[in-house]
């Protein structure tokens, strides 16, 4: 029944996010195809396109099954954009693992005038990252990653989820695809593009490595990011930013979100 009950709210999120018919029964049977795949031990590397509604503007999504789960993150539950920055909405956003543009374009809907510096590594997200920032102004892409220093690096990408493919070697490695990538600090990234006010990360396992090694983490006004850690792990992160104020939502024991800000 569970199960069942996960079908209907996956179906009518595709309802209400399509913008027209083709679209809507698309997004509404993702996750039905995306189970039967896998069930069958199918391999589905394709990526769709579905016209979808975002704030008041209608958006030519690029995506594939596996993403489905993202598209429910992002565009109902909205965990990126807090609600306190409405009254001084941000100027130059970092999207740190940017993946394919979600949050971005969630960026762009609520604050058009600002600039987004996109970070993604993985090929075939970037590949989709492009598709779906096309035409948007202020929109900057870097097909790199983030770490604690600059440099080259090892990138582990899982082909069948690949909003996990991270810097961190994985324990079963038959289950991806190691790929060499380009590695910025964020001291280097900062001093290249000046100081943001805000910052996103979804990192997958890096986020102490890069705020740790950074001297101007301190200094950005709002972070908000997506965590997977112990309660300790995180303790020892948000004591990296004593001046922010701080608030975790707990998704799971192990998956937080993430913000903090200053004043």
Partial sequence: MGKFHTLMYYARMGMRLGADCRSKWLLATMLARHKIMRTF?????????????IGDREHRLHFRAQDIFILNEIFVTNPYVPAWLADSPPQRILDLGAHIGLA????????PEAAVYCFEPDPENFRLLRLNTEGLAGVTLRQEAVGGQSGEA??????TQHSASSLLPPGD???????????????????????????????????F???????????VRCLVGEMKVTEHSLEDFLALFPRHEVRVRSIMPKMHIVYLWRR
């Fill in 104 to 111: 971005t374009l969630q960026f762009k809907t609520h604050w």
């Fill in 41 to 53: 031990g199918l391999k589905d590397r394709r990526s769709y396109q579905a016209a979808v509604e």
């Fill in 154 to 159: 090892i990138l582990y990408v899982r082909l």
């Fill in 209 to 219: 490595e890069i705020f740790a090694g950074s001297r101007f983490a301190a200094d």
């Fill in 173 to 207: 490695r038959d289950a991806v695809e190691a790929r060499p990538c380009r590695v910025r600090s964020l001291d280097e990234i900062i001093a290249d593009i000046g100081m943001p006010d805000f910052c996103k990360f979804d990192v997958e396992g890096s986020e």
